[in-house]
């Protein structure tokens, strides 16, 4: 019987024994090859991990500025008092005990595409053969007038989970009973598509526990979003008219925020004030993308759909939702998928070999109430040089599902949760 | 070279006489281990959940492809989202998913 970790160490044998008399760049490092991840997020952890399951004997470090890394997914659910905090916080201790990853706790601060260095905040220089950027997004400060990192300390974005996650968590808590929580909703492109639907749904879910006679209203830079249908009917079902949700067309669009007085200016010039006030603003890949010069115009990265390296940069891997994947969403599950199929593209090209055929899924999951759950799934492959959903698959819940179904897609939500966290870091949720 | 045997004995039968031995087999097995990476994002690494879904890894072959085509086709009663996931595979990369997770110890 043939054991996965027996192959793995007999393919790593073959793969390492080769490619020494071709790839010269490699010989410099005493290692099979020495890769460097910057950010250890649902893309980066997954390739170190990954890269070092099929090959131990690269030389893997993992660059990641926080010692414990909170996730966006699940957090809605925190807000909506689900779960505690610490429930969405993972360690680095089985990437680095079990899989041999190096981990250094800093800043990378600078790329060298041509001399192949990666500069840390601390000043320390790391060489790559290969180097992996999971950068995740920033967000675009300015983009919206007043909205700048001072004005998200009162008016928090809770994008990147956190400190952010936990300020807005306070400011729920404190609000009276009958205030009004507003949420700004961007264009596409931003990262998790379901997120604000998801998290208004999980703050109704709060308030009608807590505070039953608050409202929420979402304006929105669309006029469409992530699983319409499902949400809408949801929160009519659970939540009455408590969430309403004001289109693009119907002047949604949040051109000005005053941070100071909880107020925001649509287009069409309305001022709305807030009791507690989200912004989730415009977004772009990530500083480090920018500084290894592998972003495009739009402040996103073409990727080589493949491999996911660069189209700017050789040698120079980007994952997650920094990139230009579409179809496929900026989703947790997409830049763990895509950290998978990046990893495997590297393994091979340090052995000279060509890339395996890629292939990726998403599955997202948004929890509307502790026992709603509703799923949106893709399947995707490369189809004339594009990245492409495969025909006839994926889709969203069914519209009629019964309750048991949708108790069934909540309880999921939760089993996919461990499992990701798990497949990530090595670690529980 | 202990691994060559089961590998082999899953491959079609026209695809190994395309290439070398060697070169076919770790081609075949890693686009195997491509496909069922995906896999893990919600049945866990290796196939070994620790939640709620169920795992996958060390079941019978033909109760994994049985199940992944019973879900392709619409007929796993109370099936949420495996339906409209199957349905993105060829019956090719199903089997190789199915045999991937079958010679998995648990």
Redesign the interface.
């Known amino acids: 019987?043939?054991?996965?970790r027996?192959?793995i160490k007999?393919?790593g044998a073959?793969s390492v024994a080769a490619p020494m008399f071709s790839m010269p760049s490699i010989a410099r490092g005493q290692s099979a090859g020495r890769v460097v991840v910057v950010g250890g997020g649902f893309g980066g952890a997954t390739a170190a991990k990954?890269l070092k399951r099929?090959n131990p004997a690269l030389d893997v470090t993992l660059v990641e500025a926080s010692g414990r890394f909170y996730t966006c997914p699940f957090s809605n659910l925190y807000l909506g008092g689900l779960r505690d905090f610490e429930s969405i916080g993972h360690s680095y201790d089985e990437l680095t005990d079990v899989y041999g990853v190096n981990l250094v706790t800093d800043w990378a601060e600078g790329v060298d595409g041509d001399a192949h260095t990666v500069t840390l905040a601390s000043g320390e220089v790391l060489d790559y053969d290969k180097l992996l950027l999971s950068p995740g997004v920033d967000m675009r400060w300015g983009a919206i007038e007043g909205y700048d990192e001072s004005a998200a300390q009162l008016a928090p974005h809770a994008w990147k989970a956190g400190e952010q996650t936990q300020i807005l968590k306070a400011q729920l808590e404190s609000m009276d009973d009958g205030g009004l929580f507003i949420l700004s909703s961007p264009e596409n492109p931003f990262r998790c598509p379901p997120g604000p639907y998801e998290r208004v749904s999980m703050i109704a879910n709060y308030f009608t526990n807590n505070k039953p006679n608050s409202k929420i209203l979402v304006l929105d830079s669309k006029d469409a979003f992530s699983k319409q249908g499902l949400f809408e009917a949801g929160w009519r079902e659970l939540y009455g008219d408590m969430i309403e949700w004001v289109s693009l067309s119907n002047d949604g669009r949040v051109v000005r925020v005053d941070a100071e007085n909880l107020e925001v200016e649509t287009e069409f010039g309305e001022v709305h004030k807030a009791d507690v006030l989200n912004i989730v603003p415009p977004q772009k890949a990530g500083a480090i993308a920018d500084a290894a010069g592998v972003t495009n115009e739009g402040g996103w990265v073409p990727i080589v759909p493949e491999t996911f390296e660069s189209q700017q940069v050789p040698d120079i891997y980007v994952v997650g939702d920094a990139t230009v994947a579409a179809p496929m969403p900026k989703s947790g599950?997409c830049a763990?998928?895509q950290g998978?199929?990046a990893a495997?593209a590297i393994v091979?090209s340090l052995a000279g070999q060509e890339p395996?055929?890629?292939?990726?899924?998403n599955?997202c999951y948004s929890v509307l109430a502790p026992d709603y759950g509703i799923?949106v799934?893709?399947?995707y492959h490369v189809a004339d040089g594009q990245i492409a959903e495969?025909a006839?698959?994926?889709?969203v819940?069914p519209a009629d599902a019964d309750s048991?179904?949708r108790r069934?897609?909540a309880?999921?939500a939760?089993?996919?949760?461990?499992?990701?966290a798990?497949?990530t870091w090595?670690t529980?949720? | 070279m202990g691994i060559m045997k089961p590998i082999a004995g899953t491959l079609a039968a026209g695809t190994i006489l395309a290439a070398s031995l060697a070169g076919a087999v770790q081609a075949q097995e890693t686009d195997a281990s491509v496909l069922a990476g995906t896999c893990a994002n919600c049945h866990g690494t290796d196939g070994v959940s620790p939640g709620s879904i169920p795992s996958i890894a060390g079941q019978p072959y033909a109760v994994l492809i049985a199940q992944l085509q019973a879900f392709k086709a619409g007929e796993v009663p109370g099936a949420t989202i495996m339906t409209r996931i199957a349905s993105g595979y060829t019956d090719e990369e199903l089997e190789a998913i199915a045999r991937y997770f079958s010679e998995i110890e648990q």
Do not use: C, H
């Open positions: 019987m043939v054991t996965r027996t192959l007999s393919l073959v990954y099929q599950f763990n998928s998978k199929v495997a091979a395996p055929a890629p292939s990726w899924v599955t799923s799934a893709g399947v495969v006839d698959s994926g889709g819940s048991d179904f069934r897609e309880e999921y939760v089993g996919w949760y461990d499992a990701i798990r497949d090595g529980g949720a």
